[in-house]
């Protein structure tokens, strides 16, 4: 079994299952980053398309998305 060691948790203000970002340095590279959801489900990618996801969300590719889920 892999050790899988926690980056951030999003949320993190209760005990529900807080959505978690997890490197897994076993894994092969193209699952070594691992996103846990409050539903016991998970995601695996590559520390590239991490990248391309943070850089993504930073040029504003969500901001449509939060701007009509918050209204």
Do not use: Y
Not at 45 to 65: F, N, T
């Amino acid at each position: 079994m892999s050790k899988l060691e926690r980056i951030a948790t999003f949320c993190g203000q209760c005990n529900c299952g807080c959505p978690e970002l997890w490197i897994d340095p076993d894994a092969p590279d193209e699952q070594r980053v691992v996103i846990t959801d409050d539903f016991g489900q998970r995601i695996q990618m590559s520390l590239a398309q991490l990248h391309v996801l943070v850089s993504d969300v930073k040029d504003g590719a969500l901001d449509a998305l939060l701007a009509t889920s918050s209204s």
